[in-house]
């Protein structure tokens, strides 16, 4: 009930902290042309407060300025506090300081994490009430969030997690927002928690109170991306089903996770192994472009199911099942009537006979008639433009071949022990530790050094022995006496593993550095916190001829945080030391090498890109700000891409993929909010090798677009971003055949539809076309399905 009135709530995520202050009132608005009424975010508590008690509401961080935008333009918001967010998002949102308190356990009933989760939360809602943000006081929240999915994983804590459970209900209503609390996969969920669901389908959900509204927090529009993995899709047709089901099935709020994925900047991404790209699959793409058909297929449901909410929120139900997973439902309300027509056969269309009209229901779908005679829409009927996005170089250079990038470069030298001590060292103990105990996460690297002194009567001097390191870091580079001997990297999703490599051992002192790096913290399953990272051991020296070990574990080990480059600040325009760098003898595939050029900003407004094909993994930074993890050199596997997506089956991560064999990224999204109006400075700090001579800037935008709308429909093209169309390349009115890229004429068509489409489109941004035989002139013959197939080149 908003206003005294129910609401359908179409919702969609965006992260404010994967976008920018610019992006924000554009992906907003783009939200709700497409439909939507309403924007969900998390709160990330290790962002916002990334020291104990010292916070960051600044930039894109802005959570105030957020919500206030999407106030301005009039929509709802859903504010999901957690703070616990998973979100494949750094350690799941929780801030590793935390995890280093003493006697502390996270998400139970554990006092020192419910004082620290009660002092975040507390923050949060103050913030907004002092600002009005709340429903209850004239704002545009609508819900808030407590905890996160806890339900899936709660049996790992027994007693104490129902004791927690309760106590966040009664942390949460002691607020006194004025608006309801939500707990999402949360089936004892207390009153008055409303209990959510999560997941690719959610029509089946009830929710655990008859009274309570059925709630869908995370209608997942795509998935996430991995390093090594090839790209999701999730197809229009089928997320456009599972809407249509939910919404047949009494459903009052749904929210799509994500409607804008955006980008994982700085060391944001969790996982591990969570890329810097946050796509989704999303409905908006990455940068903020409508990401076509999906965008403009689920523009239209929303605008139906906008036209009928009164009866579904109103409405006495019926439901008549004709068996072989074909049904229809009825909303009755004040004399008029709405209809669903849901076919959930993966296999087989159906046509039935319902109130004395057949309708044909094509598998896998769902038709909903807003009079209950009237077919207005049919999920797997896609009438939207497909777009083709394009890179284009940067047209402010004077030059726009790649090589043409001035680089210049200098050492990240490698950390080792000398006079028995390391310069800036931060830590000396006798243990192995836990890489978070000693970071902080304030870096993804750290040392862990020692010296190993052998004496004329040790039986390892002079022979060669087998180093062996077990770690539980995500990858490990090793040095001994000044010298690389080897790096290796966790693969497949196992993060546990030994290194192994022969060495020498030389009489007296011999020096032995290891570097361990993580991709990204787990965000995700019970005790997540409680998985150790870094080289916990044992490390130790093999002599396989005898069969003698030595443990190395227990040595003095002096440990150091980071990089030398990163203290120094190597990547800040502000900070750069001219003296340290040299644009003579570039080096190529070696690890450890800084590299800077500079660039001018490309002209207009499209979403920058820079490609870092080439280059083997590292970190990225323009004019300072960090636009996350680069590792182009991982590449995904050759199978599992399959030539043909079919939509009709139950959607799984696996089901659609494309861009197999290639990188899992080489495109890295440059904010225009990040340049600067002439020259920008980029650097790289490439760690495992590479070359940076094949790195340009670009921007994206659309290419051409396709459609193959439906009789009956008015398609709807944009080039989008200003942009006209140059070319028509195919139109044909008719039975066509083929798909984008090589339609073909059928055995009829209407003869004037090339000039048609051509006088209606040429030269415009955007143009709008009944597909008719009204408009576009007949067709000569007679079928049932006449559709109109165009390709247009912007």
Request: glycine content about 8%.
């Amino acid at each position: 009930m908003i206003d005294g009135e129910r609401q359908l709530i179409l919702s969609g995520s965006i992260h404010y902290p994967r976008s920018t202050p610019q992006m924000w009132p554009s992906l907003i608005q783009k939200s709700k042309e497409g439909g939507l009424n309403a924007i969900e975010t998390y709160v990330f508590w290790n962002a916002h407060e990334p020291s104990r008690r010292e916070y960051d509401f600044s930039g894109n961080l802005d959570l105030v300025r957020f919500i206030k935008t999407i106030q301005d333009q009039g929509l709802h918001a859903i504010l999901r506090i957690g703070p616990y967010v998973c979100a494949e998002w750094n350690f799941g949102g929780f801030p590793v300081w935390l995890h280093n308190m003493p006697n502390i356990t996270l998400r139970t009933n554990n006092e020192v994490f419910k004082n620290e989760m009660q002092n975040f939360t507390t923050l949060i809602v103050n913030m907004m009430k002092d600002e009005k943000l709340f429903a209850s006081q004239g704002g545009p929240i609508i819900l808030a969030q407590i905890e996160n999915e806890y339900g899936n994983i709660m049996w790992e804590y027994g007693e104490d997690g129902k004791a927690y459970v309760n106590w966040c209900a009664e942390l949460a209503q002691s607020y006194n927002i004025g608006v309801p609390w939500i707990m999402c996969q949360q089936d004892d969920a207390p009153e008055p928690m409303i209990n959510t669901c999560n997941g690719f389908y959610c029509d089946q959900f009830s929710p655990n109170r008859k009274n309570s509204p059925k709630i869908w927090t995370e209608n997942w529009s795509g998935w996430f991306k991995g390093w090594g993995d090839s790209y999701p899709h999730r197809p229009a047709e089928d997320l456009a089903f599972a809407v249509g089901r939910f919404f047949q099935y009494g459903g009052s709020l749904m929210n799509y996770y994500m409607y804008h994925g955006g980008t994982n900047f700085g060391h944001t991404s969790g996982g591990p192994y969570i890329t810097t790209s946050y796509d989704y699959d999303a409905p908006l793409d990455e940068y903020g472009n409508l990401n076509q058909p999906k965008w403009g297929h689920l523009k239209e449901l929303h605008e139906v199911l906008i036209s009928v909410q009164k009866a579904l929120l109103n409405g006495e139900r019926r439901d008549i099942d004709y068996g072989n997973m074909m049904s229809a439902t009825v909303y009755s309300y004040q004399g008029k009537s709405v209809c669903f027509l849901g076919n959930a056969n993966s296999s087989n269309a159906f046509t039935v006979e319902f109130e004395n009209t057949n309708y044909t229901v094509p598998a896998w779908s769902v038709t909903i008639l807003p009079d209950c005679f009237t077919e207005a829409y049919n999920t797997a009927k896609v009438n939207s433009q497909t777009s083709i996005m394009v890179k284009k170089p940067n047209a402010a250079d004077d030059a726009e071949e790649p090589s043409n990038l001035k680089w210049d470069w200098k050492n990240e030298d490698f950390e080792e022990i000398k006079y028995g001590t390391v310069v800036d060292s931060d830590l000396t103990t006798s243990e192995l530790l836990d890489q978070k105990a000693v970071t902080n996460d304030t870096s993804d690297y750290l040392w862990y050094m020692t010296s190993i002194v052998v004496d004329e009567k040790d039986a390892f001097v002079g022979k060669n022995v087998t180093l062996q390191v077990n770690t539980s870091g995500h990858i490990l580079h090793a040095f001994f006496n000044s010298k690389h001997i080897g790096s290796k990297l966790a693969q497949n999703g196992h993060y546990d593993f030994v290194f192994e490599q022969d060495v020498q051992l030389t009489l007296g002192t011999n020096q032995l550095s290891l570097l361990s790096a993580t991709v990204g913290l787990p965000n995700y399953g019970a005790n997540f916190d409680k998985r150790a990272d870094g080289i916990l051991g044992p490390v130790k020296l093999i002599d396989h001829s005898t069969n003698n070990t030595k443990d190395i574990s227990s040595n003095e080990w002096i440990y150091k945080v980071g990089l030398q480059g990163q203290k120094l600040e190597s990547y800040n325009p502000q900070k750069l030391n001219e003296a340290e760098w040299s644009s003579e003898g570039l080096p190529t595939n070696k690890m450890f090498v800084w590299y800077k050029t500079t660039f001018k900003s490309p002209l207009g407004e499209e979403p920058v890109v820079v490609n870092l094909l080439g280059l083997g993994k590292g970190e990225a930074w323009v004019n300072g700000k960090s636009i996350g993890r680069y590792w182009p050199s991982y590449i995904s596997g050759k199978d599992g891409c399959p030539s043909v997506c079919y939509y009709n089956q139950t959607y799984k991560a696996e089901n659609c993929r494309t861009n197999c064999g290639e990188p899992s990224m080489r495109w890295y999204h440059i904010p225009r909010e990040f340049l600067n109006n002439e020259e920008n400075v980029l650097v790289l700090f490439e760690e495992i090798g590479g070359t940076p001579s094949l790195v340009n800037i670009g921007t994206i935008t659309v290419g051409k677009v396709c459609a193959n709308a439906f009789e009956g429909s008015t398609l709807k093209l944009s080039c989008q971003g200003g942009k006209v169309f140059s070319e028509i390349k195919f139109a044909s009115f008719g039975e066509t055949e083929g798909t984008c890229g090589s339609f073909r004429k059928g055995r009829c068509e209407s003869a004037n539809s090339l000039s048609v489409i051509e006088q209606a489109c040429l030269g415009k941004e955007s143009c709008s076309i009944p597909v008719t035989e009204a408009f576009l002139g007949p067709t000569g013959c007679h079928s049932e399905i006449y559709r109109l197939a165009v390709e247009a080149v912007c």
